[in-house]
């Protein structure tokens, strides 16, 4: 029988509900968004990106729900058992932006700069060693006022939260972003109806390249506590996919660039990524 309602699992924050609107607007049936309190709701705590996604999985295989959205970039590299990425809209901007001030040059020295991403900080702290990374969490929104608060004198975000909702816009950083950084990912059941109905949502160019930015993750071995970037583009009929590896402090990093996310990790592994990354992990 063709699917006629769908039940989509979301987080309750403001990105996380204008994320799975987006979902729910692309589909071509009518949609109920279910929210779900997860992990990483209750306690902001570094920890495993499953605290932001587990919650979603476990009602998508219990039958709660038929499909989960979630941003990308907070999937682990290993799926929940008899599940898969079923779609994925088309790609937002995936940069970092700068909201503070006109560019990470024109900071004054000492400046405060708020991220929680251990990823940002050390690209932070490399091209400018002598400001201050603050620890900041939160919502969007939640951080945004953190700084009109005073706590920072300036932010380092992602640009695609900051559209979806309508919020205004920093200045691009020269940054390789996150894995999945701008990319919606909707979750069903390997094999169900929902997960052919999903389909509809998917953007096949933003599919590859999320397949590459997490083959890529995969291959290095990262995870939540390595600095770690990636982003695959189209360039013609082919990919670029970039990579940054580095350590929190800034102290020590590489970049590369290969046309697939395994060459990509191959490249950088051989250039010492793995020691890399374990000193990281040590050190977070």
Do not use: Y
């Amino acid at each position: 029988m063709p699917v006629t309602a769908l039940r989509l699992g979301t987080r309750a924050s403001a990105l996380a509900l204008a994320q799975a609107r987006a979902v729910a607007a692309l589909l071509d049936v009518e949609c109920e968004l279910v929210e779900i309190t997860t992990a990483g709701d209750v306690d902001r705590a570094r920890g495993d990106k499953s605290r932001w996604v587990g919650a979603l999985e476990q009602a998508l295989l219990a039958g709660d729900i038929d499909l989960a959205v979630h941003s990308a970039k907070d999937v682990p590299g290993a799926l929940a058992d008899g599940t898969v990425i079923a779609a994925t809209p088309r790609r937002a901007n995936p940069v970092d932006v700068l909201v503070g001030d006109v560019s990470l040059a024109a900071v004054r020295e000492g400046a405060r700069v708020g991220t929680s991403a251990l990823r940002r900080r050390a690209q932070v702290l490399a091209a400018r060693p002598d400001v201050s990374v603050v620890e900041l969490r939160g919502n969007v929104d939640t951080r945004l006022a953190k700084r009109a608060a005073g706590e920072v004198d300036v932010l380092v975000l992602a640009a695609a939260g900051l559209e979806r909702l309508h919020r205004d816009g920093g200045r691009h950083l020269d940054f390789v972003p996150a894995p999945g950084q701008g990319v919606i990912a909707v979750q069903a059941r390997a094999g169900s109806a929902a997960a052919d109905a999903a389909r509809a949502a998917d953007h096949p160019g933003t599919h590859v390249c999320l397949d590459e930015e997490r083959a890529a993750v995969r291959l290095l071995g990262a995870s939540c506590n390595t600095p770690v970037g990636v982003l695959a583009r189209r360039v013609g009929d082919g990919l670029v996919v970039c990579g940054f590896a580095g350590l929190p402090d800034g102290s020590a990093w590489l970049v590369d660039q290969a046309g697939s996310g395994e060459a990509l990790a191959r490249r950088m592994l051989a250039a010492g990524a793995a020691e890399l990354l374990r000193e990281a992990e040590a050190i977070a």
